[in-house]
């Protein structure tokens, strides 16, 4: 494993958000579903798509908070532009478990807050 500085965690800026629309993603070539994720004012409002499918339902997700990557470059998926990438880890199938607070964020630290 390669060990990179401080400076090289900094420049990935990852957020939370809440999914404030979700839809089923037919057309992705594994099970998907698109996101809208809401980052604040800041950032506003990104879309992603992630093959969640086997945890979650389009309707599960509604008001979910999820931690993302907002700093890359979007990335066409299909007939899809993915703006962030959602971050989750596998179980014990390697089916994706998002990744997010264990409870609502706190009034301080407004929607859009950046990991620390």
Not at 9 to 21: A, E, I, N, Q, S
Not at 93 to 104: C, K
Request: charged residues 20%; without cysteine.
């Amino acid at each position: 494993m390669a060990e990179i500085t401080f400076d090289d965690f900094l420049k990935v800026d990852v957020r939370v958000g809440t999914v404030t629309h979700s839809e089923p993603f037919p057309e992705a070539r594994k099970p998907a579903i698109k996101m809208w994720i809401d980052f604040g004012a800041e950032i506003g409002e990104k879309k992603t798509s992630a093959q969640v499918t086997a945890h979650y339902t389009p309707e599960a997700l509604l008001g979910k908070q999820v931690m993302a990557v907002v700093n890359f470059p979007p990335r066409q998926i299909g007939k899809f532009m993915s703006e962030v990438l959602v971050l989750g880890l596998p179980d014990e199938s390697g089916e994706i478990v998002l990744i997010g607070p264990d409870g609502a964020v706190p009034a301080q630290v407004p929607t859009g807050g950046r990991m620390h």
